[in-house]
């Protein structure tokens, strides 16, 4: 499968900026600019492309725009315009002299010198001192750079049509953002699992060499789609599943069987083991079972186990789990509407509880908690004529007051439940207590899941510090004066180690914490979240929760979370061949040990990112195998254990470990390696280690793998394009880069969102989609084909659609067509848009229509409904816009993509060198 | 003048006091060499019929040291208007509203036979009366049941006006807010800590916390409603309420595994309850009623663990220093106990459970604050029910016998000093010149608290005669006391009822005959059997008998007359005869003896005769026999083991216990079925007329007595057989030869062997 390597060369930055590799004026560390250099007008300007100075404009990607000087690569040119550099995108283009092989992709082009690109680089030596007139302005075309778009529009013209079948080792399976079935026949869908690379080094030396992080992005319950059928469920019967006698590996299709059956050896730690009488079957010539096919186990990369009593705890088997929720009814909720909200929204969500299968009604039985300084806990049993209220202020030592007729099954108590979320809303209609405690609410749930013997789950609703006296109760501690400084750290860690505390008791219990948060000012994400992260549970943050324009929102992320399928008092243990270990896990849980990965809850959204290291050597021939079993317990309380298989290849090339790379799992990888340095680090070291990481991947194979040619061309290898423009957006993240308007709330709490999201996710959220709704085509149900992210893509006449996952944003220029204006929003003119809508008019004509289509489309897509803003171009709102077109220099002084691959192609050079 | 037997009578009903000499000895040597201290049993609200209370304030004696109330003793000079007190001497002006007095318009209280007067006055506010009901719910299903239907008919008895609360326990304690539409709330508290009254309120929102207002919200009237209100409310607003509340109450859910108590949280109850009250109406009339089914088993006051294989401590365990909670519960509810005294609320504690429920850890609760304490096997027995009952029983005018809040401040002529008192009560330190440094129970005080009483709660007060020898009282010389009691009416009016007697003063060198004939052997019975079980509860039991016997043999020796070390000369005179067989049934008594009983049962049996009246007091002491047979109308008889006959039928009262049995012939006769033939219908009468007479006594007794009916050779016989006088035993039936009667089975000495020792030791000149 030996993939074409598309090398992409850059020449050395601009004449007169370069000097000899030797003479370096440049400090890695100068980059980019803490302060804003003079720019000429044409970086932070209006984004037409008419601006450009060399070049025609072009808005195509790989657009030959003019024919490239033989001699630009080498040595400093002093006269302007520098040529633009590209190669053709077709393979047919000629190879031109100095450039190489273009066999793929795009390239990158040089228009001319960045007018003042080198402010970022006082040390500059010549730009100061040059007489005259500055050098006319000269840039890199964008056009000729790497293009997200193009990779990804390629990947679904090349892969989308045919499923991808996993019956193969080592296969990179397409992109996330690719639609594409898979046929699991062996290895697990990488729906479930995907890893930074397909075919890993052998030794430890080789990947180490390479830089390149080993890591495997794990989601193990994830959604299949309705065409790919579901684990199945294997039951071995009393003595458990099928093990290794060692290693304790479950059965599964690597796993070989010898002496006629009788034995198996261990595809992990090559332990021969007994085969259980019950399980014995006879081989077939080639060594197979031959009750290979009937067995999902030996047949198939991802299945199920019935587990047995030994894998309960206390050696019992679990009760069914229950849901608690628990009202913040402070004077903020009251009066927000939200109290009532969730109490209206709760009578009919309760009837879409999780089920299990084909069962009638949800086993999950359901709790009612609500709270301010103290708590009422709710008796809804079924006998009850009325719902008993039971307050307990002793907040210092949470206990709960009642067992009987606390968790109920809903159909049985329907009524008495329905009364108490009737009456809620009246009883604290005049409440006047804006104090609220926290922990004490927790330990609340805790403590009714420990007396019911059951995991579970509780939905908080919070608005506000818990400053009521009481444990866990916080102070105000935010400072954004601590930004860029080494005590930034500070913000993102907890104000005090009791919620850690709790959360390890809750693990215990599989008690599951999710958050829904709405606050009007600092509320403390980062301590609040703790117990959440740890428990594998969600936040979710409503800012200034306003009931018109976030009801929906916050409904939609309600029926959504309790809805969707979820384990309890899950454990995951990866299991990986001899050689390779895996040694760091990345996601929402808690481990109590190195190896095993706790979480109250796990829910089809979450996950895990385990990175792997050597620790001895691999063989070409048996490649590495991994060997993800995931023991929960089902929402109907079944004790179940998930195994996924995945079977990789090694090798003693570097090139082979580059081909097989993904960029997407990569920076899903390094974004949550670096969103947790943050909490040790100061910002800054981490921006920066990111970067040198990044830098010595790429170098690496410019070194190794790459054919010889000029120090100054950037090589990219094909499956890495996109690592620097990816990288960049990681790195002027809100976490790693904050700008002004960026909360330390906001900042904790996207640290954590980012930490449990799986490929598709980052991918989204660090380059967001842009899409040109008045391209679309009103008669298909296709999406308008996507474009980058940069203010020069967009056209004052058009209408665009940006997602990342948490936001849809509608720009609208200010030259759009009065007709598609009325059409969208129903008014008559740009000046009548308001900006204060949270949703699309519903208007009966197909642009509306088709809009609508989309954004229901997107928000389908994403585990969150986004939250829509409109904004109309030179509005204020535009500010908030144009953070996300991440290939323009951000305001928060994140580099453009232009910019950073420079600095980028500096960097290898200077590990080259 | 009448006897002294009718000069005892008529005091006792017109004052509600009984002394242990109605002569007193005039100097203090002469008062301890009469062995019996000289006391009174006083019933501060004996129910008096013919006693319409006046409608304005007593008048006071102006010295800021006495305040003693004008009296019929004052002397009067009508023309002066100047009254002068009988206690320091002071010269006091009438107030201007008694212008118009002269020997003949006097006002009632000088009258003489107003000696017992009773004052309506008008101070402070009138609270409604409180009742806090405070609930065990780790009740057998049966047993709360009943207990819900006896609470729920409570309801009925109380005075509409009435402010009722429910507290309901288990493993956690619920504090149930009654104020409340639709949804019903309560307050929890988690049963296994102490929380202090600060807490307490605090957590039930009871202080009212310095709310910053809102901006923007109207300003609350500052007439909100009383904060309390949540808790207690009036029965007539909320009956209907409680009623459902009470009967949705479920038994505790908490699981109870095999092998364990339920986890019982009374200390933590019984502490919020007294928060509760103390934060919200302080100095009113409060009674949290405690029904408890078992132990506290966790939590403060905590008697016994939750591990049925180890047993509630027994009276072995406590004198083997082996009850390893008892001490700490015990000081747990003696802090509540005082704070509820001081606060002037009480407790009732309704125990109804097989075994021990903590009683003796518990008593001081009711002992301190006048309190009930209603022992029983179950809530679902009309021993309860009845006994609950009665407890809203109404006096003769239709209003409750029970008052609260009172205080009784007792003042005496100068050779007089107060030694000390016994009773439901607690000190109110008031120190004064009348206050005796001998303290006799509760004493270095002229005044106490006695949270609740009704009309036969008595007290025992003892006196100290102060007066020198060498100071003779003037011949004819009276000395006087005045007992003014201010109490709560049921009916929630303030009230004062003061009693002046007086009594003469006696040489008893030269007039021994005159006190010995003044002695009263039944009150002073009962005032030495106050003062035995007084220290019963903090000595050895045989130090206290020992005590005892020697009392006796002291009296005996002063008043008895005999020929030294002749015990056959001995005779005792007739106002003392009586007097060492009430002794020797007191030695046998559960009062003093913890052989058979339970440390619970014993401080049931000390709890009442702390507070019982004379009489009910002499059958607790002696029990009363009565004998029914063909040969006569039913007669008292001997409590002696010959008085059981095979041809009787015996009915006992013990006070705690009425025990019908039948002779052996007759028992063989009922169940031959006679009763049911025409022709002996005269046998049906006789074994009905025991059954009518015990109904009457079981009419009125509070509590209501056990009732037992057995017969001869039955096991509950033993109830019969153990209070009997042991004249016949094992040991000596044979040597008495014939005589019938029932033998006992026992080692006890009889009465007999008890008096032949008697005579003996007080003949002795070696004592």
Redesign the interface.
Known sequence: LGQPISTQRLPTQVPGFAPPPSSTGIGPSSYPPATGAPRPPTMPGPPLSGQTVAGPPTSQPNHVSSPPPPSTMSGPHPGPPMSGLHGPPPPTHPPQPGYQMQQNGSFGQVRGPQPNYGGAYPGTPNYGSQPGPPPPPKRLDPDSIPSPIQVIEDDRSNRGSEPFVTGVRGQVPPLVTTNFLVKDQGNASPRYIRCTSYNIPCTSDMAKQSQVPLAAVIKPLATLPPEETLPYLVDHGESGPVRCNRCKAYMCPFMQFIEGGRRFQCCFCSCVTEVPPHYFQHLDHTGKRVDFYDRPELSLGSYEFLATVDYCKNNKFPSPPAFIFMIDVS?NAVKSGLVRLVCEELKSLLDYLPREGNMEESAIRVGFVTYNK?LH?YNVKSS???????????VA?M?V?????FLVNVNESRTVIA??LD?IPE?FADT?ETETVFAPVIQAGLEALKAAECAGKLFIFHTSLPIAEAPGKLKNRDDKKLINTDKEKTLFQPQTTFYNNLAKDCVAQGCCVDLFLFPNQYLDVATLGVVTYQTGGSIYKYAYFQLETDQDRFLNDLRRDVQKEVGFDAVMRVRTSTGIRATDFFGAFYMSNTTDVEMAGLDCDKTITVEFKHDDKLSEDSGALLQCALLYTSCAGQRRLRIHNLSLNCCTQLADLYRNCETDTLINYLAKYAYRGVLGSPVKTVRDALINQCAQILACYRKNCASPSSAGQLILPECMKLLPVYLNCVLKSDVLQPGPEVTTDDRAYIRQLVTSMDVAETNVFFYPRLLPLTKADVDSDSLPAAIRNSEERLSKGDIYLLENGLNIFVWVGVNVQQGLIQNLFGVSSFSQISNALSTLPVLENPFSKKVRSIVDMLQVQRSRYMKLIIVKQEDKLEMLFKHFLVEDKSLSGGASYVDFLCHMHKEIRQLLS | MATYLEFIQQNEERDGVRFSWNVWPSSRLEATRMVVPLACLLTPLKERLDLPPVQYEPVLCSRPTCKAVLNPLCQVDYRAKLWACNFCFQRNQFPPAYAGISEVNQPAELMPQFSTIEYIVQRGPQTPLIFLYVVDTCLEEEDLQALKESLQMSLSLLPADALVGLITFGRMVQVHELSCEGISKSYVFRGTKDLTAKQIQDMLGLSRPAVPLQPGRPLQTPEQPVISSRFLQPVHKIDMNLTDLLGELQRDPWPVTQGTRPLRSTGVALSIAVGLLEGTFPNTGARIMLFTGGPPTQGPGMVVGDELKTPIRSWHDIEKDNARFMRKATKHFETLANRTAANGHCIDIYACALDQTGLLEMKCCANLTGGHMVMGDSFNTSLFKQTFQRVFNKGFNGEFRMAFGASLDVKTSRELKIAGAIGPCTSLNAKGPCVSENELGIGGTSQWKICSLDPSTTLAIYFEVVNQHNAPIPQGGRGAVQFVTQYQHSNTQKRIRVTTIARNWADAQSQLQHIEAAFDQEAAAVLMARLGVYRAESEEGPDVLRWLDRQLIRLCQKFGQYNKDDPNSFRLSESFSLYPQFMFHLRRSPFLQVFNNSPDESSYYRHHFARQDLTQSLIMIQPILYAYSFHGPPEPVLLDSSSILPDRILLMDTFFQIVIYLGETIAQWQKAGYQDMPEYENFKHLLQAPLDDAQEILQTRFPMPRYIHTEHGGSQARFLLSKVNPSQTHNNLYAWGQESGAPILTDDVSLQVFMDHLKKLAVSSAS
């Not at chain 1, 009850?384 to 002793?394: E, G, K, T, Y």
């Not at chain 1, 007051?401 to 007729?405: E, H, K, R, T, Y």
Request: glycine share 4%.
């Open positions: 004077y103290v806990f009850l004529a009325q719902p008993q209220m039971m307050v307990v202020s002793d030592d206990f007051p009642l067992l009987d007729g009364s108490l009456q009883m006047r």
